[in-house]
Nanobody
Framework: QVQLVESGGGLVQPGGSLKLSCAASGSIFSIWPMGWYRQAPGKKRELVASITRGDSTNYADSVKGRFTISRDNAKDTMYLQMNNLKPEDTAVYYC?????????WGQGTQVTVSS
């Protein structure tokens, strides 16, 4: 069973930065593509960024040029560096495999961008 724990969220002003971490039990990072997802209040969960085993990355248009996804297979950890944050980035951020597994959703980490 996969267990994923997100951390690193918080309150930040517009234009600020945060770095999220996703720690996984087991060695799933070496097997599966992974993704960061987010869900804003009243909206559907959406894919923000994904990364393959070979470190190929893809980003939602709304975060291109501002967010960077990376992974450390040796540490079973994935990261999301978020720069130039905007109020519309406010959401709960989750990590999961890509495509996502229903049984792998964690608690997420809240990111709030507000002045």
């Amino acid at each position: 069973q996969v267990q994923l724990v997100e951390s690193g969220g918080g309150l930040v002003q517009p234009g600020g930065s945060l770095k999220l971490s996703c720690a996984a039990s087991g060695s799933i990072f070496s097997i599966w593509p992974m993704g960061w997802y987010r869900q804003a209040p009243g909206k559907k969960r959406e894919l923000v960024a994904s990364i393959t085993r070979g470190d190929s990355t893809n980003y939602a248009d709304s975060v291109k040029g501002r967010f960077t996804i990376s992974r450390d297979n040796a540490k079973d950890t994935m990261y999301l560096q978020m720069n130039n944050l905007k109020p519309e980035d406010t959401a709960v951020y989750y990590c999961n495999t890509f495509p996502s597994r229903d049984t792998a959703w964690g608690q997420g980490t809240q990111v709030t961008v507000s002045s």
